[in-house]
Each structure stands twice: as structure tokens, then as C-alpha cells.
């Protein structure tokens, strides 16, 4: 007895003829992989251009001055001057810069991280007449210019006698209209029937937002953290404007010491650049999981 290949067979008993042929399986495999090389390569590609100008920076902070900028430029150096990484600690006080711009940065980044994520609670949880039309205008300052508001700025700090402190820079910093935008997206994400449920049992409005929904937002709070101290670390403008003694001068005003009037000791430059970056890399890498999640999801747990 033979076997015989049998064709889809209709419902009135004809025959259709071959039934129709699926593709295989491994091709499309074969294509996810190949796929997945293709971007794994081109991710490498543009994470060594990212990394092209701090590969210049550290080299740079090898050499002399006079062969930092030659033409062509020249990446390894003939000498490896490391004696470049002793000397800027006695050049300037290196450290008491590296010490305000640390103090700065966690106390700014502490008062915003507080300040943003309550006010955020407010916008997104907390019903009162007026709230959307008050979150629209609070967040339509981010588009206003520095410039504009700097002067008067400046007068308040001089007629409160805060010029030439810290305290100026941290009163002025301690609130984020960005800040408070970034909570709040995040807040939104969160069930109201949680805050409700918590409001039946008898919980205030402060115990909500610190039991309940901070608990649930570190994500979001890691984001604003980061960012909030890089920007406080790398700010200029602000220690330049308000800060006077060289006691209280952040690292960012510090490396200016190495710039004259007819020249610049650019390898002293490049050597303090790369002690100032130290210290944003460990932060990014010690909250670099909560960052990614932070700004990338946007649904529940």
C-alpha cells in the first residue's frame, strides 16, 4: 500500500490542489541576527565618536603645552608627562575647588530633588481650582532667557547682602520649573485609586507623598538627581557672577587660573578637566539603571 499526498479538500468534495508553503523558520532567524549585528556595530561605532573628544581631553593632559594644539594633531604624545596630575594640586588649591563644587552640587541637588518632587505631588494629585492653568505658567518660565532675569536677580542678592556666599547660589537654584515638570509626568503614571485609598484610611497629603508615592517614583527622582548635579557641577555662569573670593570658587571658575593674558597653559587645562570629570562619571555610573528606567518608562509597575 502506497502512501499518496493529499490536497485541501473544499467543502462541495473538489480539491483545491498543494496547500500553500510557509517560510522557514531559521530564515527569518538568520535575519533577526544579522539585524541585531548590524546595530550592535553601528552603537559602536557612534559610542567611540562620543568618546573621540575625552580620548583628546586625556591625552591632552599628557602632554606639554606648546604640543596640545599642533597641526597635524598628534594623539599619543612622544612623552607621557604624568607629573602634570602632581603639580595642579600645588599650582592652585585644586582641592578647595573640587570641595565647593561638591557642596554645591549635593546641596542644590538634595533642595531641588525635595522642592520638585512636592510641588509635582501638588500638579498631579492634589485637586484645586486653578491647578492646570498654574503647572502651564510655572512651566512656561523654563522658556524665558537667564539673561533676562539675571540683573534683577543679582540686585536681590546684593540688597540681602548674599553676594560673595554660597547661599546666594543655593537659594536661587534650590527650585526647578524642569524639575517639577519631570515629577509630574511621572506622578501621572500612578493610579489615583492608590492616593484615594490611602486618603479613606486617614493618611494626610504628606504622608502619601512620602509613603506612598515617593517609594514609587525613584526612577524619576534618580533622573532629576543626575541631571540636577552635572548641571550644578559643570555651571559656570552662576560662581562666576556671585562668587568672588577664591576660597569659595567651584572647580569650573578654578581651571580659569590657568589662562593668561598672552597665553594659557592648555595641558593644566586638560589635566583639571579631567580630575573635574571624575566625579560626574562615578555619580552617572552608580545611578546609571535608574536614569535609563526614569526617562525611558513611562507606564506602571
Known amino acids: 500500500m502506497t ?11 473538489s480539491y483545491t490542489g498543494a496547500a500553500p508553503v510557509r517560510p522557514r523558520a531559521p530564515r527569518r532567524r538568520g535575519t533577526a541576527v544579522a539585524g541585531r549585528i548590524a546595530l550592535h556595530v553601528l552603537l559602536t561605532i557612534l559610542g567611540l565618536a562620543v568618546m573621540v ?14 604640543q596640545v594644539f599642533t597641526v597635524p594633531i598628534r594623539w599619543i604624545p612622544e612623552e607621557f608627562h604624568w607629573d602634570n596630575y602632581t603639580r595642579i594640586w600645588v599650582r592652585i588649591p585644586l582641592a578647595t575647588y573640587l570641595k565647593n563644587s561638591l557642596f554645591l552640587s549635593v546641596v542644590i541637588t538634595a533642595l531641588q530633588v525635595l522642592t520638585g518632587s512636592f510641588a509635582a505631588y501638588g500638579f498631579a494629585k492634589v485637586r484645586f481650582p ?21 540683573v534683577p536677580q543679582y540686585i ?4 540681602a547682602g548674599l ?6 547660589l543655593i537659594l536661587l537654584q534650590a527650585f526647578g520649573a ?8 511621572y506622578y501621572l503614571t500612578i493610579p ?9 484610611d486617614g493618611l494626610s497629603e504628606y504622608g502619601i507623598w512620602a509613603r506612598i508615592v515617593l517609594p514609587l517614583s525613584k526612577p524619576a527622582l534618580a533622573s532629576l538627581a543626575l541631571l540636577t548635579f552635572v548641571n550644578t557641577w559643570n555651571d559656570y555662569m552662576g560662581p562666576f557672577i556671585y562668587l568672588t573670593s577664591n576660597d569659595l570658587w567651584t572647580v569650573q571658575i578654578g581651571l580659569r587660573s590657568f589662562v593668561g593674558v598672552y597665553d594659557s ?12 570629570v571624575l566625579p560626574i562619571l562615578t555619580v552617572f555610573l552608580i545611578g546609571q539603571r535608574y536614569f535609563v528606567q526614569g526617562i525611558a518608562t513611562s507606564g506602571l509597575k
Open 192 to 200: 489615583d485609586e492608590l492616593c484615594e485609598a490611602a486618603r479613606v
Open 265 to 276: 597653559e592648555y595641558a593644566m587645562i586638560m589635566t583639571g578637566s579631567v580630575l573635574s
Open 3 to 13: 502512501a499518496t499526498a493529499t490536497t485541501p479538500e473544499r467543502r462541495d468534495g
Open 163 to 168: 553676594v560673595n556666599t554660597h547661599l546666594s
Open 53 to 66: 573628544p575625552f580620548l583628546w581631553m586625556v591625552m591632552s593632559s599628557l602632554k606639554l603645552d606648546s
Open 130 to 150: 486653578g491647578r492646570d492653568t498654574l503647572f502651564i505658567a510655572y512651566v512656561a518660565t523654563i522658556a524665558v532667557p537667564w539673561q533676562a532675569y539675571m
Open 178 to 185: 524642569f524639575g517639577v515638570f519631570l515629577m509630574r509626568q
Open 156 to 159: 536681590i542678592m546684593e540688597k
